[in-house]
């Protein structure tokens, strides 16, 4: 419902899932939607409610989590600049490992979670013998020889519109398994593989448990036509594990131009 004498903005948002229980706030721990609100409160002087794009899961970070939030119009920070807003909820984010990077001013019609026209998700692996330092909790380490070119041939069984029954967690409450994956493309940088995998929708642990299957491909234990078999079984015991929630990232959500600037403003000290 919205209230009077609000303003509706939207906020891209970034964090390090370690540490956190998900986005959605529950009784065991942080998560950054309770975190945001806490800090609205702060500011607004008011709990004022924050919906995302996406609920990730325990661990899982985001470069680019948008969410959106009503606002009172009459307030010091509503009034100033969306750089002075930045500012203001990253100063009572500091302790934590979320940050807010732009803020939009949006019409009320838009809504960061079915607004959304695609989702964009990365999955990384680090690929060698060595275990990660820098990348610690960042990556899925892989020990093994990676037949990048076997993945990328059994991604292809995935594209398009499926009953993805296989690649769901059985807790997934969603009311149909059919989703549509738009594509699924890898990039290696150095020693690390970056799947990048795209859709409107995503099902519960959709995007690890098929990076946790294609990552048997690519070390060799299963043929790609394997994911094909997996995918028409629909039994989620035949698909590969639930890969960690380490590697994965909400790397971008898309949306109509007509209800918010594709390019965020990038806000900079003076």
Known sequence: MIEDNTKRIALLIEYNGKNLVGWQKQNNGNSVQNSIENASQVLFKKMCSVQAAGRTDAGVHALGQVAHIDIPIENEFSKKNNFYLVSAFNSLLVKTNIRIISIQDTPFEFNARFSAKKRIYLYKFLCRSASPALMKHQVWHIRKKIDLEAMKLASKYLIGSHDFTSFRSKSCQAKSAFKTLDNINF????????????????????????????????TG???????????????????????????????????????????????MDN
Not at 192 to 211: G, H, T
């Open 187 to 218: 990039k290696v940088v150095d020693d690390l593989l970056i799947m990048k995998v795209e859709a409107k929708s995503f099902l519960q642990n959709q995007v690890r448990i098929i990076a946790g299957s294609l990552i048997r491909v690519g």
């Open 221 to 267: 234990a299963w043929k790609p036509m394997m994911i094909k078999k997996i995918l028409k079984s629909k039994s989620r015991d035949l698909a590969g594990e639930t890969a960690p929630s380490d590697g994965l990232y909400l790397k971008k959500i898309i949306y109509p131009k007509r209800l918010i600037n594709p390019i965020w403003p990038i806000h």
